[in-house]
């Protein structure tokens, strides 16, 4: 049985592993830093379909197919999916799972949703209810752009203080077994400090990123020299700066040294244009199942928190003249041992 550490905190006696994964992109995505580590790559925006939301529910039916066959795993033996995308009533996550019969709960934290699919997997797979869990999360710039800004016909021009939303999926296979280890799980509380462009999400979504850091940290009575890495799911250039400033002023602790960014380390800021940085739920999927995940099963990383960051903005929300609340979910990720 799970332990309580502290208010949303948890600790996994069964240490639920990570069976499979697969991390699918696009054209983009291949360019950058970690071009190497996709299943499969789209070189085309659309996919072959009609629309981008329907190239988004291919990006997650590739993930998960990719997925089920690195953990030598059929549709049929899995109990429970648990997915989220940024599309309007999380219709990717929905059209994709319609092929598979899966059992399908979906979930949306924003770009904290994989991190949340995660936790939840595991914690369902602790309470011995279910036997084997798929978590798969996605995004794609073009749909994303359409819903929460502008359509790209409109030829609008980002800021300088702009992400770009990754076409890319990530999906993993949870259950028992060998693999990378989800040790400890911890929900985050809605944080909101009243920022209000939508052009500057990492601002938005690093105070929430802190307030789950230092509280993980108290619960587990850990310090961040305890993990080889601390990684944020998309706080970009901006945001990764502001988190490190906050840990510094408000608790005396320098996690520059460990602390790293999905957003950063999918896209070449300097040679791409990526603003300051990746974001989408797919990017932190995709950094996860294609780089991290690899990395503890090989045994070159053995402890990693990653602190999955959302931005709970609407498409209508903004127009209204509200702030952007934020959360962060995480996970502690462990080497197999």
């Known amino acids: ?35 190497h580590v996709f299943a499969q790559v789209f070189a085309e925006a659309h996919l072959g379909e009609k629309c981008w939301e ?12 990719h997925a089920l066959e690195r953990a030598h795993c059929a549709p049929e033996g899995i109990d429970l999916h648990l997915g989220g995308d940024l599309l309007n009533q999380c219709s990717a996550t929905s059209f994709a799972l319609r092929e598979l019969g899966i059992p399908l709960a979906g979930i949306y934290s924003a770009c904290a949703s994989f991190a949340q699919a995660l936790a939840m997997g595991a914690l369902a797979l602790e309470s011995g209810a279910f036997g084997k869990v798929s978590a798969c999360a996605s995004s794609h710039f073009c749909a994303a752009e359409k819903q929460f800004r502008f359509p790209l016909e409109f030829g609008g021009q980002a800021p300088p203080t702009a992400q770009r939303t990754a076409t890319a999926a990530g999906a993993a296979i949870l259950g028992t077994g060998v693999g990378p280890r989800i040790s400890r799980v911890i929900f985050g509380k809605v944080t909101d400090l009243g920022v209000k462009n939508a052009n500057e999400m990492g601002a938005a979504m690093a105070p929430a990123a802190w307030d789950t850091l230092k509280r993980f940290l108290q619960d587990t009575e850990s310090k961040p020299g305890d993990f080889d890495m ?10 990764s700066a502001l988190l490190q400033e906050l840990a510094r002023t408000e608790a005396g602790l320098d996690i520059a040294s460990v602390h790293q960014d999905c957003g950063l380390l999918l896209y070449d800021t300097e040679e791409q244009d ?36 959302g931005a709970l903005l609407s498409a209508v929300s903004p127009l209204q003249g509200e702030s952007i609340p934020a959360v962060a979910h995480g996970v502690e990720l462990t080497a197999d041992s």
């Open 1 to 35: 049985m799970a332990i309580r550490l502290g208010r949303g905190t948890a600790e996994l006696a069964s240490r639920p592993a990570i069976l499979g994964q697969a991390a699918v992109g696009g054209q983009t995505e291949q360019e950058g830093p970690l071009g």
């Open 54 to 65: 329907m190239a988004e529910t291919r990006l997650q039916q590739a993930s998960m197919s």
């Open 274 to 309: 990526a603003g300051v940085g990746g974001s989408g739920v797919g990017c932190s999927a995709a950094v996860l199942c294609g780089e991290i995940f690899p990395k503890l099963q090989s045994g070159e990383l053995r402890r990693v928190l990653f602190l999955g960051t």
């Open 230 to 239: 601390i990684l944020t799911g998309d706080l970009g250039g901006i945001g």
